[in-house]
Protein backbone atom coordinates (compact mmCIF):
# COMPACT_ATOMS: atom_id res chain seq x y z
CA UNK A 1 0.00 0.00 0.00
CA UNK A 2 1.67 3.25 -0.97
CA UNK A 3 1.57 5.85 1.83
CA UNK A 4 -0.08 9.10 0.89
CA UNK A 5 1.32 11.80 -0.26
CA UNK A 6 2.52 14.84 2.24
CA UNK A 7 -0.10 16.87 3.59
CA UNK A 8 0.43 20.79 2.79
CA UNK A 9 -1.83 23.56 4.88
CA UNK A 10 -1.57 26.65 2.86
CA UNK A 11 -2.97 29.89 4.57
CA UNK A 12 -3.56 33.52 3.52
CA UNK A 13 -6.18 35.96 3.41
CA UNK A 14 -5.81 36.13 -0.58
CA UNK A 15 -7.65 33.86 -2.41
CA UNK A 16 -5.40 34.33 -5.07
CA UNK A 17 -2.18 33.76 -3.37
CA UNK A 18 -3.71 30.72 -1.82
CA UNK A 19 -4.97 29.60 -5.66
CA UNK A 20 -1.56 30.30 -7.01
CA UNK A 21 0.54 28.17 -4.61
CA UNK A 22 -2.01 25.68 -4.28
CA UNK A 23 -1.91 24.96 -7.93
CA UNK A 24 2.45 24.25 -7.80
CA UNK A 25 1.98 21.88 -4.98
CA UNK A 26 -0.98 19.66 -6.12
CA UNK A 27 1.20 19.42 -9.83
CA UNK A 28 4.40 18.36 -7.62
CA UNK A 29 1.80 15.63 -5.82
CA UNK A 30 1.23 17.34 -3.07
CA UNK A 31 -2.35 17.01 -0.88
CA UNK A 32 -3.26 20.75 0.06
CA UNK A 33 -5.49 22.22 2.48
CA UNK A 34 -6.13 25.82 2.80
CA UNK A 35 -7.16 28.53 5.45
CA UNK A 36 -7.90 31.85 5.13
CA UNK A 37 -6.89 33.48 9.01
CA UNK A 38 -4.76 32.19 12.12
CA UNK A 39 -7.92 30.78 13.87
CA UNK A 40 -8.76 28.94 11.04
CA UNK A 41 -5.35 27.78 10.65
CA UNK A 42 -5.10 26.48 14.23
CA UNK A 43 -8.65 24.82 14.06
CA UNK A 44 -7.43 23.01 10.86
CA UNK A 45 -3.90 22.26 12.37
CA UNK A 46 -5.38 20.45 15.68
CA UNK A 47 -8.31 18.51 13.55
CA UNK A 48 -5.64 16.60 11.33
CA UNK A 49 -1.97 18.06 11.61
CA UNK A 50 -0.30 18.54 8.40
CA UNK A 51 3.11 18.00 7.33
CA UNK A 52 4.19 21.12 6.59
CA UNK A 53 2.74 24.70 7.03
CA UNK A 54 2.74 27.24 4.30
CA UNK A 55 2.22 30.59 6.38
CA UNK A 56 1.52 34.37 5.16
CA UNK A 57 2.63 36.75 7.69
CA UNK A 58 0.68 40.05 7.05
CA UNK A 59 -3.19 38.45 8.07
CA UNK A 60 -5.90 40.66 9.68
CA UNK A 61 -6.88 39.60 13.19
CA UNK A 62 -4.15 37.04 14.29
CA UNK A 63 -0.78 37.15 11.95
CA UNK A 64 1.65 34.45 11.01
CA UNK A 65 4.07 35.51 13.96
CA UNK A 66 1.14 34.96 16.81
CA UNK A 67 0.34 31.62 14.81
CA UNK A 68 3.81 30.40 14.97
CA UNK A 69 4.38 31.20 18.41
CA UNK A 70 0.96 29.33 19.24
CA UNK A 71 1.87 26.21 17.64
CA UNK A 72 5.93 26.15 18.74
CA UNK A 73 4.50 26.79 22.32
CA UNK A 74 2.73 23.85 22.09
CA UNK A 75 4.64 20.43 23.14
CA UNK A 76 1.94 18.01 22.56
CA UNK A 77 2.45 18.49 18.45
CA UNK A 78 4.76 16.71 16.20
CA UNK A 79 7.50 18.53 15.06
CA UNK A 80 5.43 20.60 12.19
CA UNK A 81 7.72 22.89 10.25
CA UNK A 82 6.54 26.22 9.41
CA UNK A 83 7.37 28.09 6.25
CA UNK A 84 6.65 31.58 6.37
CA UNK A 85 5.32 34.05 3.52
CA UNK A 86 7.05 37.48 4.17
CA UNK A 87 7.33 40.97 2.70
CA UNK A 88 10.85 41.77 0.96
CA UNK A 89 12.55 43.37 3.78
CA UNK A 90 14.73 41.43 6.17
CA UNK A 91 13.47 42.54 9.38
CA UNK A 92 10.40 40.60 8.57
CA UNK A 93 12.29 37.87 8.15
CA UNK A 94 14.36 38.07 10.92
CA UNK A 95 11.22 38.11 13.19
CA UNK A 96 9.73 35.29 11.55
CA UNK A 97 12.77 33.20 12.58
CA UNK A 98 13.30 34.70 16.06
CA UNK A 99 9.34 33.51 17.13
CA UNK A 100 10.08 29.46 15.86
CA UNK A 101 9.67 29.53 11.87
CA UNK A 102 11.97 26.78 10.22
CA UNK A 103 12.65 28.90 7.36
CA UNK A 104 11.09 32.15 5.20
CA UNK A 105 10.63 33.04 1.39
CA UNK A 106 10.03 36.42 0.63
CA UNK A 107 7.53 37.67 -1.85
CA UNK A 108 6.92 38.10 -4.70
CA UNK A 109 7.28 33.63 -4.56
CA UNK A 110 9.75 31.79 -7.17
CA UNK A 111 7.86 28.85 -8.32
CA UNK A 112 11.75 26.93 -7.70
CA UNK A 113 12.63 28.42 -4.56
CA UNK A 114 9.21 27.60 -3.13
CA UNK A 115 9.34 24.06 -3.97
CA UNK A 116 12.74 24.21 -3.16
CA UNK A 117 12.30 24.89 0.13
CA UNK A 118 9.10 22.85 0.77
CA UNK A 119 11.33 19.93 -0.33
CA UNK A 120 13.64 20.47 2.11
CA UNK A 121 11.33 21.12 5.12
CA UNK A 122 9.69 17.62 4.33
CA UNK A 123 13.04 15.81 4.65
CA UNK A 124 13.57 17.59 7.72
CA UNK A 125 10.31 16.76 9.47
CA UNK A 126 10.71 13.06 7.42
CA UNK A 127 14.20 12.62 9.64
CA UNK A 128 12.95 14.02 12.83
CA UNK A 129 10.36 12.11 12.93
CA UNK A 130 12.28 9.18 12.13
CA UNK A 131 14.45 10.02 14.93
CA UNK A 132 11.66 10.30 17.23
CA UNK A 133 9.92 6.92 16.70
CA UNK A 134 13.41 5.22 17.02
CA UNK A 135 14.00 6.93 20.57
CA UNK A 136 9.99 5.93 21.20
CA UNK A 137 10.75 2.60 20.62
CA UNK A 138 13.81 2.40 22.68
CA UNK A 139 12.14 3.92 25.63
CA UNK A 140 9.11 1.36 25.77
CA UNK A 141 11.49 -1.30 24.59
CA UNK A 142 13.58 -0.71 27.97
CA UNK A 143 10.18 0.26 29.65
CA UNK A 144 8.63 -3.10 29.11
CA UNK A 145 11.74 -5.12 29.09
CA UNK A 146 12.55 -3.39 32.96
CA UNK A 147 8.59 -4.77 33.98
CA UNK A 148 9.35 -8.12 33.14
CA UNK A 149 12.54 -7.84 34.35
CA UNK A 150 10.90 -6.79 37.99
CA UNK A 151 8.38 -9.53 38.56
CA UNK A 152 10.39 -12.28 38.79
CA UNK A 153 12.78 -11.00 40.72
CA UNK A 154 10.32 -9.55 43.85
CA UNK A 155 9.14 -12.85 43.78
CA UNK A 156 13.26 -14.33 44.25
CA UNK A 157 14.02 -11.03 46.46
CA UNK A 158 11.07 -12.53 48.86
CA UNK A 159 11.81 -15.85 48.68
CA UNK A 160 15.56 -15.18 49.19
CA UNK A 161 14.23 -13.28 52.11
CA UNK A 162 13.08 -15.72 53.87
CA UNK A 163 15.77 -18.54 53.23
CA UNK A 164 17.94 -15.93 54.82
CA UNK A 165 15.63 -15.61 57.94
CA UNK A 166 15.53 -19.27 58.23
CA UNK A 167 11.98 -19.15 57.61
CA UNK A 168 12.02 -22.14 54.94
CA UNK A 169 14.49 -24.81 57.25
CA UNK A 170 17.43 -24.79 58.94
CA UNK A 171 20.56 -24.66 56.56
CA UNK A 172 24.20 -25.30 56.73
CA UNK A 173 26.29 -21.90 57.24
CA UNK A 174 28.13 -22.18 53.54
CA UNK A 175 24.39 -22.37 52.56
CA UNK A 176 23.20 -19.29 54.51
CA UNK A 177 26.08 -17.33 53.31
CA UNK A 178 25.42 -18.17 49.59
CA UNK A 179 21.65 -17.05 50.20
CA UNK A 180 22.33 -14.26 52.18
CA UNK A 181 24.61 -13.23 48.75
CA UNK A 182 22.20 -13.84 46.60
CA UNK A 183 19.57 -11.72 48.30
CA UNK A 184 21.62 -9.00 48.86
CA UNK A 185 22.74 -8.95 44.73
CA UNK A 186 18.96 -9.36 43.78
CA UNK A 187 18.30 -6.51 46.05
CA UNK A 188 20.86 -4.39 44.15
CA UNK A 189 19.26 -5.68 40.84
CA UNK A 190 16.39 -4.84 42.01
CA UNK A 191 17.00 -1.15 42.76
CA UNK A 192 18.66 -0.96 39.63
CA UNK A 193 15.60 -1.91 37.37
CA UNK A 194 12.88 0.28 39.91
CA UNK A 195 15.45 3.27 39.27
CA UNK A 196 15.58 2.53 35.53
CA UNK A 197 11.97 2.78 35.71
CA UNK A 198 12.18 6.00 37.07
CA UNK A 199 13.84 7.79 34.91
CA UNK A 200 11.64 6.44 31.98
CA UNK A 201 8.81 7.72 33.70
CA UNK A 202 10.37 11.37 33.66
CA UNK A 203 11.56 11.05 30.43
CA UNK A 204 8.20 10.14 29.03
CA UNK A 205 6.31 12.83 31.27
CA UNK A 206 4.32 10.21 33.19
CA UNK A 207 5.63 10.75 36.30
CA UNK A 208 2.95 11.84 38.71
CA UNK A 209 3.96 14.14 41.36
CA UNK A 210 1.99 14.89 44.85
CA UNK A 211 3.53 19.10 45.55
CA UNK A 212 2.97 20.01 49.26
CA UNK A 213 4.92 22.01 52.03
CA UNK A 214 7.57 19.90 53.24
CA UNK A 215 10.25 20.37 56.06
CA UNK A 216 13.31 19.83 54.50
CA UNK A 217 14.60 20.11 58.09
CA UNK A 218 12.85 16.91 59.32
CA UNK A 219 13.27 15.26 55.64
CA UNK A 220 17.10 16.19 56.30
CA UNK A 221 17.34 14.50 59.58
CA UNK A 222 15.11 11.44 58.89
CA UNK A 223 17.86 10.51 55.92
CA UNK A 224 21.00 11.42 57.50
CA UNK A 225 19.91 8.92 60.59
CA UNK A 226 18.84 6.19 57.97
CA UNK A 227 22.47 6.59 56.30
CA UNK A 228 24.61 6.96 59.69
CA UNK A 229 25.63 3.50 59.97
CA UNK A 230 27.49 3.68 56.69
CA UNK A 231 28.89 6.60 58.14
CA UNK A 232 30.13 5.03 60.75
CA UNK A 233 31.45 1.61 59.21
CA UNK A 234 33.49 3.86 57.37
CA UNK A 235 34.58 6.15 60.67
CA UNK A 236 33.14 9.22 58.83
CA UNK A 237 31.77 12.16 60.48
CA UNK A 238 28.20 12.67 59.29
CA UNK A 239 27.08 16.24 60.66
CA UNK A 240 24.15 18.03 59.81
CA UNK A 241 23.45 21.99 59.61
CA UNK A 242 20.52 24.31 59.78
CA UNK A 243 21.35 27.94 59.18
CA UNK A 244 18.81 30.20 60.10
CA UNK A 245 15.08 29.59 60.01
CA UNK A 246 14.35 27.39 57.17
CA UNK A 247 10.50 27.67 55.34
CA UNK A 248 9.38 24.78 53.75
CA UNK A 249 9.38 23.78 50.24
CA UNK A 250 6.88 23.07 47.73
CA UNK A 251 7.44 19.60 46.57
CA UNK A 252 6.58 15.66 46.53
CA UNK A 253 8.33 14.41 50.13
CA UNK A 254 9.41 10.88 48.35
CA UNK A 255 11.05 11.83 45.57
CA UNK A 256 12.54 14.79 47.64
CA UNK A 257 13.85 11.77 49.51
CA UNK A 258 15.17 9.84 46.74
CA UNK A 259 17.47 12.97 46.13
CA UNK A 260 18.48 13.34 49.52
CA UNK A 261 19.15 9.56 49.50
CA UNK A 262 20.93 9.51 46.62
CA UNK A 263 23.08 12.23 47.25
CA UNK A 264 24.18 11.14 50.60
CA UNK A 265 24.47 7.93 50.04
CA UNK A 266 26.93 8.91 47.02
CA UNK A 267 28.85 11.01 49.31
CA UNK A 268 29.79 8.18 51.90
CA UNK A 269 30.29 6.13 49.06
CA UNK A 270 33.14 7.96 47.95
CA UNK A 271 34.21 9.62 51.09
CA UNK A 272 36.72 7.48 52.54
CA UNK A 273 38.38 10.12 55.10
CA UNK A 274 37.02 12.95 56.44
CA UNK A 275 33.11 13.88 56.66
CA UNK A 276 30.37 14.43 54.70
CA UNK A 277 28.25 17.23 55.73
CA UNK A 278 24.54 18.53 54.96
CA UNK A 279 23.60 22.13 54.97
CA UNK A 280 20.31 23.22 54.69
CA UNK A 281 19.79 27.21 54.03
CA UNK A 282 17.55 29.70 53.45
CA UNK A 283 18.71 32.05 50.81
CA UNK A 284 18.99 35.66 51.97
CA UNK A 285 18.91 37.04 48.52
CA UNK A 286 15.97 34.87 47.52
CA UNK A 287 13.75 33.92 50.33
CA UNK A 288 11.43 32.03 48.17
CA UNK A 289 14.32 29.19 47.95
CA UNK A 290 15.87 27.03 50.30
CA UNK A 291 19.33 25.38 49.23
CA UNK A 292 20.66 21.97 50.05
CA UNK A 293 23.83 21.14 49.85
CA UNK A 294 25.86 18.17 50.30
CA UNK A 295 29.68 18.22 51.15
CA UNK A 296 32.24 15.45 51.56
CA UNK A 297 35.72 14.76 51.47
CA UNK A 298 36.22 12.48 48.81
CA UNK A 299 38.46 12.40 45.87
CA UNK A 300 36.94 15.22 43.88
CA UNK A 301 35.78 14.83 40.16
CA UNK A 302 37.92 15.92 37.37
CA UNK A 303 36.38 18.84 35.31
CA UNK A 304 36.58 16.71 32.45
CA UNK A 305 34.17 14.29 33.58
CA UNK A 306 31.57 16.75 35.41
CA UNK A 307 30.48 18.01 31.95
CA UNK A 308 28.71 14.51 31.33
CA UNK A 309 28.15 13.72 35.33
CA UNK A 310 24.08 13.96 34.95
CA UNK A 311 24.23 12.19 31.53
CA UNK A 312 22.39 8.67 31.53
CA UNK A 313 24.79 5.83 32.20
CA UNK A 314 27.41 8.20 32.99
CA UNK A 315 30.10 6.75 35.39
CA UNK A 316 33.41 8.62 36.20
CA UNK A 317 36.79 6.86 36.77
CA UNK A 318 36.40 6.86 40.71
CA UNK A 319 33.06 4.81 40.01
CA UNK A 320 32.36 2.63 42.86
CA UNK A 321 30.09 -0.03 40.89
CA UNK A 322 27.04 2.44 40.76
CA UNK A 323 24.90 2.08 37.35
CA UNK A 324 25.22 5.84 36.66
CA UNK A 325 21.56 6.36 36.60
CA UNK A 326 21.51 8.31 40.25
CA UNK A 327 22.69 11.99 40.00
CA UNK A 328 20.43 11.60 36.35
CA UNK A 329 17.55 10.66 38.13
CA UNK A 330 18.58 13.30 40.35
CA UNK A 331 19.02 15.94 38.23
CA UNK A 332 15.32 15.31 36.72
CA UNK A 333 13.74 14.87 39.91
CA UNK A 334 15.26 18.32 40.84
CA UNK A 335 13.92 19.79 37.64
CA UNK A 336 10.38 18.93 38.10
CA UNK A 337 10.16 20.19 41.36
CA UNK A 338 11.90 23.73 39.56
CA UNK A 339 14.48 23.69 41.22
CA UNK A 340 18.47 23.50 40.17
CA UNK A 341 21.52 21.14 40.80
CA UNK A 342 24.62 22.13 40.88
CA UNK A 343 27.92 21.06 41.64
CA UNK A 344 31.17 22.10 42.60
CA UNK A 345 34.39 20.06 42.83
CA UNK A 346 37.59 19.96 42.77
CA UNK A 347 39.95 16.75 42.39
CA UNK A 348 41.92 16.16 46.50
CA UNK A 349 39.39 18.43 47.78
CA UNK A 350 35.91 16.61 47.39
CA UNK A 351 32.82 17.69 45.85
CA UNK A 352 29.54 19.82 46.73
CA UNK A 353 26.36 19.16 45.36
CA UNK A 354 23.69 21.99 46.36
CA UNK A 355 19.96 21.68 45.31
CA UNK A 356 17.67 24.90 45.19
CA UNK A 357 14.07 24.41 45.79
CA UNK A 358 11.05 27.04 45.55
CA UNK A 359 10.06 27.38 49.81
CA UNK A 360 6.57 27.98 50.74
CA UNK A 361 5.92 32.01 50.26
CA UNK A 362 4.24 32.94 53.74
CA UNK A 363 1.16 35.47 53.17
Not at 13 to 25: C, G, K, S, T, Y
Not at 105 to 125: H, N, T
Not at 287 to 313: C, M, N, Y
Amino acid sequence: MRPLPEKILVVDDLPDNIALVQLLLEEEGYRIETASSGHACLQKVYRSTPDLILLDVMMPGMDGYEVTRRLKADTSLPFLPILLVTASDRPSAALGLDTGADEFIRKPIEAEELLARVRSLLRLKHSIDERDLIARQRQDFVSRLAHDLRTPMVAADRVLDLMAQGALGEMPEVMADAVRTLARSNSNLLELVNMLLEVYRYEAGSKRLHFRPVDLVELTDHVSDELSALATQKDLRLSVVHEGSIPNVIGDRLELRRVLTNLLGNALKFADVGEVTITVTAIHSDSSKVSLAVSDTGPGIPKEEQAFLFQRFAQGKHNKGGSGLGLHLTRQIVEAHQGTLELDSEVGRGSTFTVTLPAVVEA
